[in-house]
């Protein structure tokens, strides 16, 4: 009985110890968009937001208010959802990393963080598929895949958007991750692995369960499919992209987690989603993509044990921005302020505006 009480006492003074360390962390430091290194960027008004026909780079906030496209209103359209099982899965069967857990940076080589507590584990997840109302059966339809699902802010927009003909009508896939986050599970293993493993999971695995639940048909045309995320789902989003462009030439990122954040390590890539923008996209013919992202002046900097300098969510955007403006790219870089990681407000202010660009080179909506 003493052995029991003394491991309950080490428990909860071990849980009191993190919960006050996580109260103590020190918060994301603001960053100004004019710092030393940083693109030239517009400053806007405050209260507005890019002109959905200009590339570039642009600075929007303090204050950010919801569009008008994403007023709560019943949708027009159709929501449905199903869920996928790992046990139905050949690409991703489902891993976990033990609660409380997280690893330890190699001692050779900083850049790499040892995980010895990831394990084989099932999950399951979400898929809701939002199908515009004037969706005619049979027709091969654009769409957009979402991460992180089911993502409500991104069917009320494209729900008004479609409805005011700014944007094609189109079918949204919002598909939830695969539970946990970062290295050694689920979410980390999908997201952040620099391969064509998740778009390939979603071409085979997902795609079809859409079309035969809610009865469409989806555009095999690259340049009418989308991919959007935040955080490691905005770094999936480029990366199905980039290891597909067969597939998808639309990407849409908040606080694209475009940093060292792969695992399980690999030479090809060792630097992971930093790579994009140390070597990936400078020494790569450009790719057809065209890419909206954003970034908050309070973002993630350094946010887990690694200290390898390759942990600044705003350096890395910032990165993002020069090298996509070097290879000319079709790119719209928001740098907002008083915003922090995946910030709600400003996603609620810029959504519409950023899907509507996204889509402008697309063939014109009849009216």
Same mark, same amino acid.
């Given at each position: 009985?003493?052995?029991?009480?003394?491991?309950?006492?080490?428990?909860?003074?071990?849980?009191?110890?993190?919960? /006050? #360390?996580? !109260?103590?962390?020190? =918060?994301?430091?603001? +960053?100004? %968009?004019?710092?030393? @290194?940083?693109?030239?960027?517009?400053?806007?008004?405050?209260?507005?937001?890019?002109?959905?026909?200009?590339?570039?780079?642009?600075?929007?906030?303090?204050?950010?208010?919801?569009?008008?496209?994403?007023?709560?209103?019943?949708?027009?359209?159709?929501?449905?959802?199903?869920?996928?099982? /790992? #046990?139905? !899965?050949?690409?991703? =069967?489902?891993?976990? +990393?033990? %609660?409380?857990?997280? @690893?330890?940076?190699?001692?050779?080589?900083?850049?790499?963080?040892?995980?010895?507590?990831?394990?084989?584990?099932?999950?399951?997840?979400?898929?809701?598929?939002?199908?515009?109302?004037?969706?005619?059966?049979?027709?091969?339809?654009?769409?957009?895949?979402?991460?992180?699902?089911?993502?409500?802010?991104?069917?009320?927009?494209?729900?008004?958007?479609?409805?005011?003909?700014?944007?094609? @009508?189109?079918?949204?896939?919002?598909?939830?991750?695969?539970?946990?986050?970062?290295?050694?599970?689920?979410?980390?293993?999908?997201?952040?692995?620099?391969?064509?493993?998740?778009?390939?999971?979603?071409?085979?695995?997902?795609?079809?369960?859409?079309?035969?639940?809610?009865?469409?048909?989806?555009?095999?045309?690259?340049?009418?499919?989308?991919?959007?995320?935040?955080?490691?789902?905005?770094?999936?989003?480029?990366?199905?992209?980039?290891?597909?462009?067969?597939?998808?030439?639309?990407?849409?990122?908040?606080?694209?987690?475009?940093?060292?954040?792969?695992?399980?390590?690999?030479?090809?890539?060792?630097?992971?989603?930093?790579?994009?923008?140390?070597?990936?996209?400078?020494?790569?013919?450009?790719?057809?993509?065209?890419?909206?992202?954003?970034?908050?002046?309070?973002?993630?900097?350094?946010?887990?044990?690694?200290?390898?300098?390759?942990?600044?969510?705003?350096?890395?955007?910032?990165?993002?921005?020069?090298?996509?403006?070097?290879?000319?790219?079709?790119?719209?870089?928001?740098?907002?302020?008083?915003?922090?990681?995946?910030?709600?407000?400003?996603?609620?202010?810029?959504?519409?505006?950023?899907?509507?660009?996204?889509?402008?080179?697309?063939?014109?909506?009849?009216?």
């Amino acid at each position: 009985m003493k052995m029991i009480k003394t491991t309950c006492v080490i428990a909860l003074l071990g849980a009191v110890l993190n919960l /006050s #360390a996580a !109260s103590t962390r020190t =918060p994301p430091p603001t +960053r100004d %968009p004019h710092s030393p @290194g940083y693109v030239t960027a517009t400053e806007l008004p405050d209260g507005a937001v890019p002109p959905v026909d200009t590339d570039g780079n642009f600075i929007l906030g303090p204050t950010h208010r919801p569009a008008p496209e994403m007023a709560t209103n019943a949708l027009q359209g159709t929501v449905y959802e199903f869920t996928m099982n /790992s #046990a139905d !899965s050949k690409i991703f =069967p489902g891993i976990a +990393r033990e %609660p409380g857990t997280f @690893g330890t940076p190699d001692t050779n080589d900083p850049a790499q963080l040892i995980v010895t507590t990831s394990h084989p584990a099932p999950y399951t997840r979400k898929v809701a598929v939002y199908v515009p109302k004037d969706y005619v059966p049979g027709t091969a339809a654009p769409f957009i895949v979402g991460a992180d699902g089911p993502d409500k802010f991104l069917f009320t927009a494209l729900d008004n958007l479609i409805l005011a003909k700014k944007i094609p @009508g189109m079918i949204a896939i919002s598909i939830g991750n695969g539970s946990g986050d970062a290295q050694g599970s689920e979410r980390g293993l999908e997201y952040d692995t620099m391969s064509g493993k998740y778009a390939e999971f979603v071409e085979q695995e997902v795609l079809p369960l859409v079309e035969k639940n809610c009865h469409v048909t989806l555009t095999k045309n690259p340049a009418a499919r989308a991919t959007m995320g935040g955080s490691s789902g905005g770094s999936c989003a480029l990366i199905m992209a980039w290891y597909h462009p067969e597939l998808y030439h639309r990407v849409l990122t908040y606080s694209g987690t475009f940093v060292n954040q792969q695992w399980p390590h690999n030479e090809e890539t060792p630097h992971g989603a930093w790579g994009f923008h140390e070597t990936l996209i400078p020494n790569s013919p450009a790719k057809p993509i065209r890419l909206w992202l954003e970034v908050g002046d309070r973002d993630n900097l350094n946010s887990n044990a690694m200290r390898d300098g390759m942990h600044d969510w705003v350096m890395a955007n910032e990165n993002m921005a020069k090298v996509l403006a070097a290879k000319n790219y079709h790119y719209q870089f928001v740098f907002a302020r008083n915003a922090g990681h995946t910030d709600r407000a400003v996603k609620q202010q810029t959504l519409p505006e950023a899907l509507e660009w996204l889509w402008k080179d697309y063939p014109p909506v009849a009216k």
